[in-house]
């Protein structure tokens, strides 16, 4: 009896450990947990969402790498006889006919209402579930509906882009009886009228079709649309800006990109869950996309009218990031200097010749660089880098580099 008990309380231990180790936030549910203490358990049904915004979509995919027996709703169609995998008889898909209107967020309020009670997961159709990735998150979120404060929740996926690699935590569940809703036509956020969030991040991956390729342009000009709407209507925000300036810059001249990057910034500061800042990110794309044209003073500029609403850490590596365009143009200055010396017939000038290697390191050219150092460039090893070359070697070798 005692080691029958004993097996099953490591059994359970072990689950939970399971379980909590994917939780990658943990410190907002312990905190918020001690200022509601008195909460009682809420349901922890878990139901999926999926939104059907494009007649005709095969949802096979997405359907097939759901837990079995999954509960799934299907926003925006009104018959799923033909949509059920063949080989999936065991999912419990139900239609809910919603017409759309171009805004994101009211389609998965439309589920989550559906939904009446218990956690929601919203899957996108043009996304399906790693494998193994969703085995235990049915588990994670029966240990979330013992929290007090379950109503406020937001938890993120990881959403991996399959052409491109890289991931983004995206809000994709909460409760269908609890605070937590949609708000905005595209990229929409989740949020708490009158309150906050609180945001939790699992480690359970998604992956995503990707917006490269003919898919992806039509991707491209369908948000562009819906966030003219939205800025033609009077109601963007920092945040609608931004991502039509990101969203939709093959499609628009870089002046339109530079304008929304541009309002974002004025219309900010705004703070997402689990988005950020876009107001921030959208001076990061601006000056990125200065340098990038190499216009230094502009980039320097824009940083000291936007530098109130950096913390020290982004507005330290945008300033790096200056410094070292103001660096790479001031190497390429010299190298077209010693280039017109050497062309004239002239030994170059050593002075340039120290001053374009040093910088060329700076810089990362180690073309340019070993160029100079061997004599190549020049036709004359500079005193000056070539012991500065000499320092910076010795110290990778006492580093085991």
Not at 26 to 43: C, K, V
Not at 70 to 99: H, K, N, Q, W, Y
Not at 222 to 247: C, F, I, M, P, W
Request: proline share 4%; net charge negative.
């Amino acid at each position: 009896m005692g080691a029958t008990a004993s097996a099953r309380e490591r059994a359970f231990l072990l689950r939970r450990i399971a379980v909590l180790t994917k939780v990658a936030r943990g410190n907002i549910l312990m905190s918020s947990a001690n200022r509601r203490p008195d909460a009682t358990e809420s349901s922890s049904t878990v139901t999926y969402c999926i939104l059907a915004s494009v007649p005709g979509t095969d949802l096979c995919p997405t359907l097939s790498s759901l837990p079995p027996g999954a509960d799934v709703l299907v926003v925006g169609v009104d018959d799923v006889s033909e949509m059920r995998p063949a080989d999936r008889p065991d999912l419990r898909v139900t239609a809910i006919p919603f017409r759309w209107r171009n805004d994101f967020a009211a389609a998965r309020n439309a589920g989550l209402d559906a939904a009446g009670e218990g956690w929601v997961v919203f899957v996108d159709t043009d996304e399906v579930f790693v494998p193994q990735a969703s085995e235990s998150l049915e588990e994670v979120l029966r240990h979330f509906s013992q929290h007090p404060a379950s109503g406020r929740l937001g938890v993120s996926l990881r959403v991996w882009d399959g052409n491109r690699g890289t991931v983004s935590r995206v809000g994709r569940v909460m409760r269908a009886d609890g605070l937590v809703r949609y708000r905005g036509a595209l990229h929409e956020e989740l949020f708490v009228r009158g309150g906050v969030v609180l945001q939790v991040d699992l480690d359970c991956d998604l992956v995503h079709d990707g917006y490269d390729g003919a898919a992806g342009a039509d991707k491209a000009r369908r948000n562009q649309e819906v966030l003219d709407a939205v800025v033609a209507r009077g109601e963007a925000t920092a945040k609608d800006h931004y991502y039509r300036s990101r969203d939709a810059r093959p499609l628009r001249t870089d002046e339109a990109t530079e304008a929304d990057l541009r309002a974002a910034i004025v219309l900010g500061p705004q703070t997402i869950a689990f988005q950020g800042e876009p107001h921030v990110a959208a001076i990061r794309d601006l000056i990125g996309s200065q340098l990038q044209r190499g216009a230094v003073s502009q980039a320097r500029s824009t940083l000291e009218t936007s530098e109130q609403q950096l913390d020290v850490a982004d507005r330290d590596s945008l300033a790096l990031s200056i410094e070292r365009e103001a660096l790479r143009q001031q190497a390429r200055q010299i190298r077209s200097r010693v280039a017109a010396q050497l062309l004239g017939g002239s030994e170059a000038d050593p002075g340039l010749l120290d001053d374009l290697g040093l910088l060329s390191l700076l810089v990362g050219d180690d073309s340019t660089a070993w160029a100079v150092l061997e004599g190549r460039l020049g036709g004359t090893v500079p005193d000056r880098f070539r012991e500065a070359a000499i320092g910076i070697r010795d110290a990778l070798e006492r580093l085991g580099a």
